[in-house]
């Protein structure tokens, strides 16, 4: 009996498909499928490029941007691919490599393979930028049809899918899935930890873990800062942003204007932030646009209680008040929450056991288990 065939499409390896779709391939390897991925090798050095549980490897040239001219080679390759590979699904995923894939996949669709998407949260949202809906939304409402399943990750896009856009069926999944046990249940030498970064047991520790680029938004953190410490308020706090990007020399320079160099840290990328979740105090996530964070649900899961803005994806995660606060996008604001957690110990552990809580909602085991229950229906 032939194997049944599955392929992965995202736009790049590294930074998507390793990050989020691991046990997907995973569970279609477990179950006797064959596996594949396209996707662009985004490492550094491309030789790092070792997917688990893939069996065969395409590396398109997907570009982030729809109008770049290496998208219609990729969509010729990809073609290419669907046409001959006789595959049953093609599950796709980031706005361009899902464009690009469902179209691609048109003729294979009438020969029986299904297509899934899961949208990691729409371009175009309450609040976007009209660049965003002219670029996006007519791509998504005219491909929409032509996809089997359309998977949403939060509640805003699940209720605009369901009232916009007409793909064949609708689903709402919770996300990717994390392993929350993994954060939970993690223990570690606190004071230890902190002194590995130089900081002592009474420094109160902010933290951040996202990319450095507009989005994430971390400017408005660093003006909270300046403004805590024009009233005299910034004491021992100190913030930590683990990640890099594109942001990274600008925002040491403005850290060095605002005059709190001395309390920032900019770790880069860590391979520890599981122990700098446990290690900080409050976590801080004040992103202008989200799918839903798996940096967030990892914070949750440590027991950290959460300062974010409300937005698409943190609505889901937080309950206001419970597990966290969220804060307006103004510098004032975020100063204004920091000072009240700072000096609250106890709102604070109330607010972590909760986030905790609430973060077993979006646990791997969960998710995995919907999305195995839409392939099978499929």
């Known amino acids: ?33 064959e596996t594949a991925v396209a996707s662009r090798n985004d490492y550094e050095n491309p030789e790092d490029c070792r997917i688990p549980y893939c069996d065969t490897y395409y590396d398109i040239p997907f570009e982030r941007l729809p109008w770049k001219p290496k998208n219609i080679q990729s969509y010729k390759m990809l073609k290419k691919i669907i046409d001959e590979g006789n595959y049953d699904i093609i599950h796709c995923h980031t706005p361009v490599g899902a464009m690009i894939a469902r179209l691609a996949a048109l003729g294979a669709r009438k020969k029986g393979t299904k297509v899934i998407y899961t949208a990691h949260g729409f371009h175009f949202f309450k609040g ?6 002219l670029l996006f939304y007519p791509a998504e409402w005219l491909l929409a049809p032509v996809t089997d399943v359309l998977i949403t990750i939060n509640g805003e896009d699940y209720a605009r899918a369901l009232k916009q856009l007409h793909a064949r069926r609708i689903e709402y999944v919770p996300g990717v899935g994390i392993k929350t046990a993994k954060f939970r249940e993690l223990t570690i030498d606190r004071d230890a930890k902190r002194e590995s970064l130089g900081y002592g ?21 660093l003006k909270a800062l300046a403004l805590l410490k024009e ?49 900080s105090d409050l976590f801080l996530f004040v992103t202008l646009r989200e799918g839903l964070s798996v940096a967030l649900m990892e914070a949750m899961s440590c027991g950290m209680p959460i300062i974010c803005a409300k937005i698409r994806g943190n609505t889901d ?33 109330s607010m972590g ?3 905790a809580e609430k973060a077993l909602q ?11 229950d839409i392939y099978l229906s499929v």
């Not at 976007?128 to 809906?133: D, G, I, K, R, V």
């Not at 020399?249 to 403005?254: H, V």
């Open 362 to 372: 979006f646990d791997e085991r969960n998710v995995l288990q919907q999305v195995k």
């Open 1 to 33: 009996m032939q194997k049944k065939k599955v392929l992965f499409v995202a736009t790049v390896v590294k930074t998507h498909m390793m990050q989020f779709h691991i046990p997907y391939l995973k569970m279609f390897q477990e179950m006797g499928w």
């Open 201 to 221: 047991k009474d420094d109160f520790l902010l933290l951040t873990v996202a990319e450095m680029t507009p989005n994430k938004n971390h400017i408005t953190i």
């Open 317 to 349: 995660l937080i309950d206001e008040h419970v597990s966290g606060v969220f804060a307006e996008n103004s510098p004032e604001a975020v100063a204004e929450h920091i000072l009240q957690l700072y000096r609250d110990p106890e709102l604070r552990k």
């Open 353 to 355: 056991k909760a986030a």
């Open 231 to 279: 009233k005299g308020e910034l004491n021992n706090i100190h913030y930590l942003i683990c990640g890099r990007g594109e942001m990274w020399e600008s925002l040491e320079q403005s850290a060095k204007e605002l005059g709190i160099s001395d309390h920032v840290n900019f770790l880069g990328y860590r391979t520890d932030a599981p122990e700098l979740y446990k290690a």
């Open 128 to 133: 976007a930028p009209l660049l965003n809906w």
